[in-house]
């Protein structure tokens, strides 16, 4: 069978659920997982149940896959035994399933708060921003299980040559929520554009990018993505009028607009959000 089949984790979250118009594609169907089946399929789209804490489930989902877009798990903080088994445990059941099946290219959905103690302060002189690939900084158990999983993507990419992309995203909402989010925001079609551009990258290797529109406000280097061939078109400042409206205008020199992690980095530990 010639038809290319991408599995799609988290399908019936909020990202899952703004991608999933923008990735169908002729010749593609996508599988949607989740913990329970996705409802109101479109033509190329099939479901699948699977529980990423299930490591027969992922061997079952993973079967007749070509890549891998991993967005499934707990996407806040919360308790550590939890965001441990479902998104570090459930992560690696994943990668190993998809080794096992012959799966050659996984997206990993990692998080600005994987590095969310840098601040403003840490860009380089003269660059485009704060680099993609930073070593970690997590700000809550949540941002240090997804740089647990970029790592895991490591492993399995040197062990196993397993391609992964692991996408350092700031805030993918279909608007901006907030007045941090005209710097972080990740429009759904660029999160689209960068999905295609990673999954038809001849060699990606491994890498950490950053996952953001070309914003205005941003402060995150969008060079990694780049590389990669993605190109953002779109810009959170058609947003900022009512936003400031709304929240005032931002002080960056506030935690909250000073670190990329913003409120996470004060959020307490293992508290579920
Ligand atoms: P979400 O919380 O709306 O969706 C996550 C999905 O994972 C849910 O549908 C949930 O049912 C599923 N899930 C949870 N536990 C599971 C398990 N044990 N087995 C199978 N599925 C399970 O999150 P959202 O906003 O869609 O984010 C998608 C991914 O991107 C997450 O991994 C999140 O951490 C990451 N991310 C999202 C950002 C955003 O701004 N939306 C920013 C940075 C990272
Ligand atoms: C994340 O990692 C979360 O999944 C999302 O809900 C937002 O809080 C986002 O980061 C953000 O930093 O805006």
Known sequence: EDTYRLLMTGAAGNMGQLLRPLLRREGRIVRLADLTEVGDLQPGEETIAADLTDADAMAKACQGVDAVLHLGGISVEAAFDDILSVNVVGTQNLLQAAVEAGVP???????????????????????????????????????????????????????????????????????????????????????????????????????????????????????????LGYEPAEDAERFAQSRIAADGEPDLADPLHDLVGGGFCQAPLGEPM
């Not at 993609?132 to 040197?158: C, F, N, Q, V």
């Not at 554009?193 to 990606?204: D, F, T």
């Open 105 to 227: 290219r996984v997206l990993l959905a990692s998080s600005n708060h994987a590095a969310g103690f840098y601040r403003r302060g840490d860009v380089p002189a003269g660059s485009d921003g704060l680099p993609g690939d930073l070593p970690a900084r997590p700000d809550t158990y949540y941002g240090w299980s997804k740089a647990a999983i970029e790592s895991m993507g490591a492993l399995y990419h040197h062990r196993y040559g397993l391609d992964v992309t692991a996408l350092r995203i700031g805030s993918c909402f279909a608007e901006p929520s907030d007045a941090r989010a005209l710097a972080t925001w990740l429009a759904p079609a660029d999160a689209a554009r960068l999905v295609e551009a990673a999954l038809s990258h001849p060699e990606p290797g491994f890498r950490v990018v950053w996952a953001i529109s070309d914003n205005t406000r941003r402060w995150w280097s969008l060079s990694g993505a780049r590389t």
